[in-house]
């Protein structure tokens, strides 16, 4: 079993910034790729970034891309993500979530998921 609890949200402005942290416990970390996925009201959850359990590799949705930045800690059993120029469209609920030997855009190969971190980005 994996752990993951998020922390960082809250209510910025638009143009700013929030570094979103995800530490998990339990089975080795090292050995699960990583991902952020969200979800406003209303909408299914999409995809927003995942990291490899490598840290050699990384993808993000196209709605991101340049603005946010995914990275993780193997030390501190923690994935961070750094989101910049936010707009009020990246407002959702964010959740991290945990793959064993998988990292990819796809949801249903995430085997552990959070509960989320509420991130709202105002005009």
């Known amino acids: 079993q994996v752990q993951l609890v998020e922390s960082g949200g809250g209510l910025v402005q638009a143009g700013g910034s929030l570094r979103l942290s995800c530490a998990a416990s339990?089975?080795?970390?090292?050995?699960?790729?990583m991902g952020w996925f969200r979800q406003a009201p209303g909408k299914e959850r999409e995809f927003v970034a995942a990291?490899?359990?490598?840290?050699?590799?990384?993808w993000y949705a196209d709605p991101v891309k340049g603005r946010f930045t995914i990275s993780r800690d193997n030390a501190k059993n923690t994935v961070y993500l750094q989101m910049n120029s936010l707009k009020p469209e990246d407002t959702a609920r964010y959740y991290c979530?945990?793959?064993?030997?998988?990292?990819?855009?796809?949801?249903?190969?995430?085997?552990?998921w959070g509960q989320g971190t509420q991130v709202t980005v105002s005009s």
């Open positions: 990291i490899s359990w490598s840290d050699s590799m990384t």
């Open positions: 339990g089975r080795t970390f090292s050995s699960y790729g």
């Open positions: 979530a945990a793959a064993e030997y998988y990292s990819g855009s796809v949801y249903s190969r995430y085997n552990y």
